[in-house]
């Protein structure tokens, strides 16, 4: 089935876990800061992080560990945390782009899919460029441009939009539990990237890109 013949129009993909693994570096900044202010983030605690806008996840954060703190501390917290983990980000090479999205990314564009990004880092159009691939989007919808995180469908929505494609003919890449509930409540087709106990709402889960080709997508069974 060719893409024209497809009611898929607009591929839009999150970046973290989905098209560079930055998810890595998010929880070493996060980690470093909870250690700071006297607590700890285990690798299961920061799944809730994941696909979470940046205060909401020091708020998380911080009711892990019982803790409280002013807002102007938080968004000191918070700001340090986001410059670790640019130091961590600009030290990327475009070889860290996780396997098949590049050729899934460019298989779209060939097809006459249009691609959008939609990442609630406030980071994502850097992480692109160093990554030699922000050529590769229609749109890149980031998280200074939301005013509500996933599980919120606004990104998805805004991203549909910007791309002048309805949200029913568009299908988005997460590897968030609150991602794939952000594209569902966006009345959009959702592929998980991960784990099916995790991601489960999710039209189709498969563990990565690797294997996924523009077939694959043209033909997975639309919403009822």
Not at 13 to 38: M, P, Q
């Amino acid at each position: 089935m060719s893409a024209r013949e497809s009611i898929i129009s607009a591929a839009i993909f999150d970046l973290d876990g989905v098209i560079v693994d930055t998810a890595k570096y998010h929880y070493l900044a996060w980690k470093k800061l909870a250690n700071e202010i006297g607590t700890d983030l285990s690798v299961e605690e920061n799944e809730r992080l994941k696909g979470v806008s940046r205060m909401d996840s020091l708020d998380i954060i911080l009711s892990l560990g019982g803790l409280q703190f002013s807002e102007v501390e938080k968004v000191a917290m918070a700001d340090k945390k986001n410059t670790w983990f640019v130091d961590y980000v600009n030290q990327m090479k475009p070889d860290e782009i996780l396997p098949g999205a590049k050729n899934l990314l460019e298989s779209c564009r060939a097809n006459g899919i249009k691609v959008a990004l939609g990442s609630s880092s406030k980071n994502a159009k850097a992480v692109l460029d160093l990554l030699k691939i922000a050529h590769l989007f229609d749109v890149i919808v980031d998280g200074t441009m939301i005013k509500k995180s996933k599980p919120d469908p606004e990104i998805f929505l805004l991203g549909a939009s910007l791309l002048n494609i309805p949200p029913d003919q568009c299908i988005v890449f997460e590897d968030a539990e609150a991602g794939v509930e952000a594209a569902l409540a966006a009345n959009m087709r959702c592929i998980g990237l991960g784990s099916p106990a995790q991601l489960g709402k999710a039209n189709l889960v498969i563990p990565d890109l690797k294997n996924f080709t523009i077939e694959d997508m043209i033909n997975l069974v639309p919403i009822h």
